[in-house]
């Protein structure tokens, strides 16, 4: 199931819900409203989204006791919607943005996620009314729905199709109408959401959003899809026929790009993939990293953790807790913002093992930003050595700096910004160890990332196997003779994993693959030495790396200046 059990209860309907009010802060906004009949005029605002008509909304001059009024304490809020349920109007705008590709899903952060002023300013333009601001729990109410309405679009979509009375009815739908029946959709299916709630709170957000004819369609729909959930009788494709349409089957019936569905099962066989799916589309679980160079052991993490009442469990890794339940706490109590710990999954830690950085050795991140790997290999440098943190992207390199400020850890980090592959040409520097966290597809990381499976083509892979080449061969010639290389991904797939590396040590005869055996737990290194974790077998991230040794000696046929 989709979202967090305790949703069930969150979602209860509103008691002012019977009452529809549009209510203005200040007298001025009483003047502007229109009286006669209750109609109210369309109003113009300073965006560049016209709002919509609303009728049937009475205005009433006096601000409510139960509107917050953050803004219009400061006289600008003139008008704020108790009408419809302000996490859907939220969770209905910043949909329609992610897929203008103006905003993104963030599951971690909340509150920055821009559910202050500025998204407000985007309900108001887009829906022509503010909603309240949003308490705590309606933010997580926004991200839960959004979230998961992303992850399920390409079934929510298929069934919206099927329910509606024409497929062109569907291709032609508004985009804030389509925003409204998903998150219906959602709620009814996957959050299970009592119905009667979900399709009044939904059709009023249409009617009051858009007009009243939206609203009738949205309860049409609604009511039909609730009909056959009671029935059990949903309309989806039978996984059946030849192993494209079968793929096509599972691609809708899990919410997958079909292309990742044939390459899963091509790879891992069609019951990995069904588990894999699985976990992509269920809650992501975080850990926290705690931050030794300031001292903080994992039992004063722990101590807080029990303080704040959150849900953890121990970790294989000594700096780390998984946390099960309460990462809004976490936050919430600034333990991040204190620099106490840092959220990293094991699966990133167990590359900084594979690394196994030891006190007094030179270090270069190739691929370093926003910093995950690179804190926490300072950390173990112990105060002794020195890291070199590249990246070719200037705004993550500089959140990489800040968080190490904020960890005590820039004395020990140098920045570079630099693609990699110019830098390399020009430098004559050479390292102990040289980590190279390359671009990639992500495919390790999608129960995370909710709305990555939809960015990724096909054809990207292609695209990033080419670059992780390229970077590997810059990459290698910063290593000292003796030294190590490490290659790592947040990828499941082969392609960018082991067969990198096989190419990699064809056309470089003086490296060799050292196994990882030493440095990570068995159970993730794999039969050829590497390190893997998966998601459907070590309940974390996907991810893999790579140790590579280079010879001390010069070999035969590798051009000078490499060898
Ligand atoms: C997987 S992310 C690195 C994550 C990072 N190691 C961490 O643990 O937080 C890949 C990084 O490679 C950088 N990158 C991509 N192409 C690059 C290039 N040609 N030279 C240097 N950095 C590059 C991207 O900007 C991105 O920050």
């Known amino acids: 199931m989709e979202g967090v059990a305790p949703a069930v209860s969150l979602f209860r309907p509103r008691a002012s819900a019977r009452f529809p009010v549009l209510l203005a802060a200040d007298s001025g906004a009483a003047r502007r409203s229109t009286g006669a009949g209750g109609r109210s005029s369309v109003r113009k605002h300073g965006g560049t989204e016209a709002p919509p008509r609303r009728p049937g909304i009475t205005r009433l001059p006096k601000l409510g006791t139960a509107v917050s009024t953050k803004r219009s304490e400061r006289g600008k809020d003139p008008l704020i919607n108790l009408e419809v349920s302000h996490h859907r109007a939220v969770a209905a705008v910043r949909l329609l943005r992610i897929e203008k590709g103006k905003a993104f899903v963030d599951l971690l952060n909340e509150k920055a996620n821009d559910s202050g002023d500025n998204e407000m300013g985007y309900v108001e333009r887009t829906l022509g009314f503010r909603t309240r601001y949003l308490e705590d729990r309606d ?41 409204i029946l998903r998150i219906g959709f ?32 949205v309860n049409a729909i609604l009511r039909k899809l609730v009909l056959l959930k009671e029935t059990n009788s949903l309309p989806l494709p039978k996984i059946e026929g030849d192993e494209r349409a079968q793929a096509r089957a599972l691609s809708i019936i899990y919410s997958h790009p079909v292309w990742m569905v044939r390459r899963w099962i091509r790879f891992h066989g069609k019951d990995e993939a069904l588990r894999l799916m699985n976990w992509n589309n269920s809650d992501p679980r975080f850990s926290l990293r705690v931050n030794t160079s300031k001292g903080y052991t994992r039992a004063d993490l722990v101590k807080r953790l029990e303080s704040l009442q959150v849900h953890y469990e121990e970790s294989i890794m000594d700096e780390f807790v998984r946390i099960r339940e309460g990462m809004q706490a976490v936050i919430q109590a600034g333990l991040l913002k204190d620099g106490i710990c840092a959220v990293q ?27 995950g790997k690179t804190l926490f290999m300072a950390s173990r440098l112990s105060g002794e050595g020195k890291i070199w943190a590249l990246d070719v992207n200037k705004g993550r ?11 005590g850890l820039d004395v020990m980090i140098t920045d570079i910004h630099a693609d990699l592959r110019l830098y390399t040409k020009e430098t004559t520097a050479k390292y102990d160890k040289v980590l190279l966290d390359a671009p990639c597809s992500g495919l390790g990381v999608l129960s995370k990332r909710a709305d990555l499976r939809w960015n990724r083509q096909f054809e990207d892979l292609e695209e ?21 290389l490490i290659y790592s991904t947040c990828s499941i797939d082969p392609e960018e994993n082991e067969k990198r590396i096989s190419a990699f040590v064809q056309r470089h005869p003086e490296f060799a693959t050292q196994s990882v055996c030493e440095y990570v737990p068995k159970k993730f290194v794999t039969d050829e030495g590497f390190y893997s974790s998966n998601p459907t077998k070590h309940s974390m991230d996907g991810a893999f790396a790579a140790r590579l040794v280079r010879s001390m000696h010069k070999i035969l046929g590798v051009p000078q200046g490499q060898n």
């Open 345 to 371: 999954d094991e699966s990133a830690g167990l590359v900084v093992s594979v690394v196994d950085p030891q006190p007094g050795e030179t270090i270069i991140d190739c691929c370093a930003a926003p910093g």
């Open 464 to 484: 990033l196997m080419c670059l992780q080449d390229e970077l590997l061969d810059s990459a290698s010639t910063l290593v000292k003779p003796g030294g190590i």
């Open 139 to 179: 933010i997580r109410l926004v991200t839960v729905i959004v979230a998961g309405t992303v992850r399920w679009k390409r079934y929510l979509d298929y069934l919206i199709m099927s329910l509606c009375s024409e497929e062109k009815v569907f291709r032609e739908m508004e985009p804030l109408l389509l925003q």
């Open 186 to 217: 959602f709620e009814i299916l996957k959050l299970d959401v009592p119905a009667y709630a979900a399709v009044d709170e939904n059709v009023r957000l249409a009617k009051v959003a858009l007009r009243p004819g939206a609203g009738n369609m």
């Open 397 to 407: 390199l500089r959140i990489l700096m800040e968080a190490a400020k904020l960890h």
